[in-house]
């Protein structure tokens, strides 16, 4: 069964609009994270998350928040969605063990596309 | 800020080559140095790390050594396999392991 949960797999979005990424782990870890993939850019880190707070932002952009309703959720909502936001978006998570390195495990990735 | 080179955009081999993908960085602090592999499809999965200088991270035959002073984490594998095949990436973080960097990928095509 997966472990990480992320839904949709393909998503298009027209310019403007606003979009809900969903993810889901079933690792038991408490914190979370989302990264940014496109053809121009390599992995781009974007958010943290630890018992539910945030704890690194590296996205300038407020149209980007994520949300964690629950301990094992952290989805990602896009508002204002421009054609630059076209990316494969992933998340993932570990133990918030600070320090001591947590590996990451990370999501299939959602593929968003902007008209 | 802090970030990660690595000087091969993509590298063709036959099996049984031997691997080499260099990996330099630079940051601030003292960062902890990690190898992710990503399979097409797929997102990376963690090969290993070295937080000090000195250590040797490995796993599946491949290995880094944490370098200070040369400020390098190459990674390496003796012998590779068609299955080797995906994209590798080097990665730092300075912050206990939460917000990793990434270099630009390598890709690693191995033919039989």
């Known amino acids: 069964d997966p472990k990480i949960i992320q839904k949709p797999k393909y998503l298009v979005a027209v310019t403007g609009s606003e979009k809900i990424l969903i993810c889901e782990q079933y690792?038991?870890?408490?914190?979370m994270y989302w990264y940014r993939q496109s053809a121009k850019k390599p992995l781009e880190f974007m958010f943290s998350?630890?018992?539910?707070?945030?704890?690194d932002n590296q996205t300038a952009s407020s149209r980007f928040q994520p949300q964690s309703s629950k301990k094992n959720h952290l989805d990602l909502q896009i508002t204002a969605l421009k054609p630059d936001d076209s990316a494969t978006y992933f998340c993932?998570?570990?133990?918030?063990?600070?320090?001591?390195?947590?590996?990451?495990?990370f999501g299939p990735g959602t593929r968003l596309t902007v008209l | 800020g802090d970030s990660v080179t690595q000087t091969e955009g993509q590298v063709a081999l036959s099996e049984e080559d031997f691997l080499t993908i260099h990996c330099n960085y630079s940051?601030?602090?003292?960062?902890?140095l990690f190898w992710y592999v990503q399979y097409p499809g797929e997102g990376p999965q963690f090969l290993f790390r070295?937080?000090?200088?000195?250590e040797k991270g490995s796993s599946r035959g491949f290995e880094a050594t944490y370098n200070k002073e040369a400020t390098s984490f190459h990674l390496q594998k003796a012998s590779v396999q068609e299955s080797d095949s995906a994209v590798y990436y080097c990665a730092l973080s300075d912050r206990g392991g939460r917000a990793l960097i990434f270099g630009t990928g390598t890709t690693v095509s191995v033919s039989p």
């Open positions: 993932a998570s570990s133990q918030a063990d600070w320090g001591g390195y947590a590996e990451q495990f």
């Open positions: 940051a601030s602090g003292y960062p902890a």
């Open positions: 690792l038991g870890h408490n914190a």
């Open positions: 070295a937080s000090r200088d000195k």
């Open positions: 998350y630890s018992y539910q707070k945030l704890m």
